[in-house]
């Protein structure tokens, strides 16, 4: 499956933002998803993911309450909404599909990538 990210840029801390993902080559509807984001000098980390039905979500701790992943099989599309926006939320975004159904953070098991998506808070 092939993925392209987009949605990023420059706001404001406690702003909003909403990434999309979109997904082409396989049935959209087969693959977990999930979004990760690189800050400079950084790894890269987990924020969140949605299962294939978006029965199940998972984030990391830094995001809960602030973000809200999100899926849209007839559009093949996922989603992050990104709320009361900080600093160091200051990333590349990139969304992320594993070959196996798995909702979590193990990066290791993502195996297909986006592009990724800069976002940038101002203070």
């Known amino acids: 499956v092939q993925l392209q990210a987009s949605g990023g840029g420059l706001v404001q801390t406690g702003g909003s933002l909403r990434l999309s993902c979109a997904a082409s080559?396989?049935?959209?509807?087969?693959?977990?998803m999930g979004w990760f984001r690189q800050a400079p000098g950084k790894e890269r980390e987990f924020v969140a993911s949605?299962?294939?039905?978006?029965?199940?979500?998972y984030y990391a701790d830094a995001v809960k309450g602030r973000f809200t992943i999100s899926r849209d099989n007839a559009k093949n599309t996922a989603y992050l909404q990104m709320n009361s926006l900080k600093p160091d939320d200051t990333a590349v975004y990139y969304c992320?599909?594993?070959?196996?159904?798995?909702?979590?953070?193990?990066?290791?098991?993502?195996?297909?990538w986006g592009q990724g998506t800069q976002v940038t808070v101002s203070s």
């Open positions: 080559g396989r049935t959209f509807s087969r693959y977990v």
């Open positions: 949605i299962s294939q039905t978006s029965g199940s979500t």
């Open positions: 992320a599909a594993p070959e196996v159904s798995f909702v979590g953070a193990a990066k290791n098991l993502y195996k297909y």
